[in-house]
């Protein structure tokens, strides 16, 4: 029997979804909605504060509902049916915030008229929809791998129109977003948490709805790809055939998005059954990369165009927003350097900087989480099982990728955020930023973070410098009393 405060979290929750729904269709990202607005435009237009209102009210009771049982869902059942219950409005939703749905749609259409779109930005493969698509993106290249733009180009050739496009998006991340779905529950087994919990986290969040769901972000097949292939290895490790399988998976997710690769490593150290030892080590690593390798070069083959999607990759930090905790510490360099008549045009050093630490960051997780493994020696008990620690490991990997990046988007904390829903034992630290989160863009795309732009870097950089005082005072582990708080 349920208890009554989480039927209410239920109904509110999904109050929440039809609320915001309702702001879609007053003045979400539709195609012929003005572009370059602003906060203070939208509420001057004719729908305005009723979009506004239904967006601000609709998010907050997500978010509360989410937030509420953060602690697990009563039973996974339960939660399964109030995901599926909260994404229903948003899945006949217009597109909500953000217009990138526009960016793939172009993206395909430009590839299924015999144009490379990693040499030639829409605007000049002549997209017929390119006043949909924001500025910032109509010429710069795909910065998509080629699965993803032979999704979009069937997208185009399955909707025919940009509408049907649109749909067709939508139920291409639906299903990354169900495949997601499936895979849960075996993870959260595998590494030992309450699958109730997992499933909650993972699949209820705002940024799931909004987002992958009415977004139709493509972040939703990266995830689907991702946990598929983490499943195979976690379910049959140490097995070649299932290496070379869960490798191919993996390599379609990075071929989908490049941030997936950081999992890989993880992967191979989740793959390993019992012995900790080098020689095990290099051989999983050896099916994983197979598989990887073999999925790129098919892919590529495939689709003609090659590897030119690395290079696209390069404009994606086009976007500056103070979201990126490098970018709002290069904003605060810069604004510094202005009052003493100064143009240090700090953001890409920073942004520079940051990524080489990325570097740094990724290999002492990987080291962490390998010498974790190597010293369990079939020690029992919470956080012991080594896919736990492989699978932590690569949570933590997603984490520092979106935190030491030149951008950040709302809905990249959906990387993180299911991975952690698998393995962490406490929630409050990623689960309070991920409902943050959700505040972040408007129904019609407008990104706040882009009219918040000095206040946004001061408090960012305020909070990183916090972070950093904290983290060097705190205690080491052994220290008795050392609690990490919740």
Request: hydrophobic fraction near 55%; charge should be positive; charged fraction near 10%.
């Amino acid at each position: 029997m349920t208890a009554p405060g989480a039927s209410l979290s239920r109904y509110a929750g999904l109050t929440g979804a039809v609320l915001l729904a309702v702001a879609g269709y007053l003045g979400g990202a539709l195609p012929d909605a003005p572009l370059g607005v602003t906060p203070a435009s939208t509420w001057r237009a004719p729908d305005g504060p009723a979009t506004l209102t239904c967006w601000l009210i609709g998010t907050v009771l997500l978010v509360g509902a989410w937030w509420s049982l953060r602690g697990g869902a009563p039973s996974t059942r339960w939660a399964y049916v109030t995901a599926g219950l909260w994404a229903l409005p948003l899945l006949v939703a217009p597109p909500l915030g953000s217009r990138d749905v526009y960016s793939y749609a172009c993206q395909g259409w430009t590839y299924a008229h015999g144009v490379d779109p990693y040499t030639v930005g829409v605007a000049a493969a002549g997209c017929p929809w390119l006043d949909t698509v924001a500025p910032i993106w109509r010429d710069t290249p795909a910065p998509y791998g080629p699965v993803f733009v032979l999704l979009a180009a069937l997208a185009v050739g399955l909707g025919g129109g940009l509408t049907g496009t649109i749909v067709a998006l939508r139920v291409i991340a639906v299903a990354g977003l169900l495949l997601a779905a499936l895979c849960v529950p075996g993870l959260a087994r595998a590494a030992g948490v309450p699958t109730r919990r997992a499933a909650w986290l993972a699949l209820a969040g705002p940024l799931v709805g909004v987002h992958l769901v009415a977004g139709a972000h493509n972040d939703a097949v990266m995830l689907g790809l991702l946990l598929s292939g983490l499943l195979i290895v976690v379910r049959r490790p140490g097995r070649p055939a299932a290496l070379l399988l869960a490798g191919a998976l993996l390599g379609l997710a990075v071929t989908v998005k490049a941030s997936a690769v950081v999992v890989v490593p993880f992967a191979a150290l989740a793959g390993m059954p019992d012995q900790s030892t080098v020689r095990a080590l290099l051989r999983h690593c050896g099916w994983l990369a197979g598989g990887l390798l073999a999925a790129l070069l098919v892919t590529s083959a495939v689709s003609g165009l090659g590897f030119g999607w690395v290079g696209g990759l390069t404009h994606s930090g086009d976007s500056e927003q103070w979201t990126s905790p490098p970018t709002a510490v290069g904003f605060v360099v810069d604004y510094a350097g202005a009052l003493v008549g100064r143009d240090p045009q700090a953001v890409p050093v920073v942004r520079a900087v940051a990524l080489l630490l990325l570097v740094g960051v990724l290999a002492v997780l990987w080291w962490r989480a390998w010498q974790t493994m190597r010293g369990l020696n079939g020690v029992a008990g919470p956080g012991a099982s080594a896919p736990r620690v492989a699978l932590h490991g690569a949570a933590l990997a997603l984490v520092a990728t979106i935190v030491l990046s030149p951008v950040f988007h709302p809905w990249y904390a959906t990387w993180p955020l299911a991975m952690l829903a698998l393995t962490a034992a406490r929630t409050t630290w990623f689960v309070l930023p991920t409902a943050a989160a959700a505040f972040l863009a408007l129904p019609d795309g407008t990104n706040l973070a882009r009219v918040t732009k000095a206040p946004g870097a001061l408090a960012m950089t305020a909070l990183l410098l916090t972070v950093l005082v904290r983290t060097l005072r705190r205690p080491s582990p052994t220290t008795p009393g050392n609690d990490q708080p919740r």
